[in-house]
């Protein structure tokens, strides 16, 4: 059974940095996908980060630059340090794993790519 839980979320100013982690069991984080997702209310859950089994990264475009995906192997953790917070980042956050190892900077933005999620973590930027 894989499993998944985020955590690092919080209230925030704008400019200020979160890291957010994913600690996965289960299944090992540098065989597989790993993704980064949010979802702010009323709003579809979209793609933030990803992360593919060689190391490649993928990243939106409202987060390039901003944001760093990265991961332990030795915690099996995957984590999004997020730096430059702005108000438009509010969100609760997802950590999703994929059963493939590679996916292409397209399909890495898929919802579908990913077949286990975790809880998801708020994340708060106020002005």
């Known amino acids: 059974q894989v499993q998944l839980v985020e955590s690092g979320g919080g209230l925030v100013q704008a400019g200020d940095s979160l890291r957010l982690s994913c600690a996965v069991s289960?299944?090992?984080?540098?065989?597989?996908?790993m993704g980064w997702f949010r979802q702010a209310p009323g709003k579809e859950r979209e793609f933030v980060s990803g992360?593919?089994?060689?190391?490649?990264?993928h990243y939106a475009d409202s987060v390039r630059g901003r944001f760093t995906i990265s991961r332990d192997n030795a915690k099996n953790t995957v984590y999004l340090q997020m730096n430059n917070l702005k108000p438009d980042d509010t969100a609760i956050y997802f950590c999703?794993?994929?059963?493939?190892?590679?996916?292409?900077?397209?399909?890495?933005?898929?919802?579908?790519?990913?077949?286990?999620w975790g809880q998801g973590t708020q994340v708060t930027v106020s002005s």
């Open positions: 999703a794993t994929s059963s493939v190892y590679y996916c292409t900077t397209y399909q890495c933005q898929a919802t579908t790519r990913y077949d286990n």
């Open positions: 289960g299944r090992t984080v540098s065989n597989y996908a």
């Open positions: 992360i593919i089994s060689s190391g490649i990264a």
